[in-house]
C-alpha cells in the first residue's frame, strides 16, 4: 500500500520562510518522478514543480520562481519545498504527488498518488 504524508506547514510572517517534506512508503521511491501542487481557497489545484527521479526539476508556476525550491532524498524517501520570501498570496493547502500517469504534469489526473495536504498560512 503507498502512503505519501505531507508535513512542515503552519502560520508564517510574509517574508519567512518554511521547508515542507513529502515522505513516501510502498514503492520504490528512486524510480518515480515526483511533484508539489497547492490549492488556494476556491480555485483549482496548481502545479508547482515536478522533478525527476534523477534530481533535474520543472517548474510550472511563475507566482514561486526564484523564491521555492523542490528536491528530494532517495535515500530518505523524501521530497521537499524550501518556500523563502513567503507572501501572503503563497496561503494555500500544499499538497505532493507521486507517480506520473502521462499527460500534463500540471494537471491533477497527470499523477497516482497524492498525500493528504499541509496548510501554509502567511500573515501579512
Known amino acids: 500500500q503507498v502512503q505519501v504524508v505531507a508535513s512542515g506547514g503552519g502560520l508564517v510572517q510574509a517574508g519567512g520562510s518554511l521547508r515542507l517534506s513529502c515522505t513516501v512508503s510502498g514503492l520504490t521511491f528512486d524510480d518515480h518522478a515526483m511533484a508539489w501542487f497547492r490549492q488556494a481557497s476556491g480555485k483549482e489545484r496548481e502545479g508547482l514543480f515536478s522533478?525527476?527521479?534523477?534530481?533535474?526539476?520543472?517548474f510550472y508556476a511563475d507566482s514561486v520562481k526564484g523564491r521555492f525550491t523542490i528536491s528530494r532524498d532517495n535515500a530518505k524517501n523524501t521530497l521537499y519545498l524550501q518556500m523563502n520570501s513567503l507572501k501572503p498570496e503563497d496561503t494555500a493547502m500544499y499538497y505532493c504527488?507521486?507517480?506520473?500517469?502521462?499527460?500534463?504534469?500540471?494537471?491533477?489526473?497527470?499523477?497516482?498518488?497524492w498525500g493528504q495536504g499541509t496548510q501554509v498560512t502567511v500573515s501579512s
Open positions: 504527488a507521486a507517480v506520473r500517469l502521462g499527460g500534463r504534469p500540471t494537471m491533477v489526473a497527470g499523477w497516482r498518488y
Open positions: 522533478i525527476g527521479r534523477d534530481g533535474v526539476s520543472t
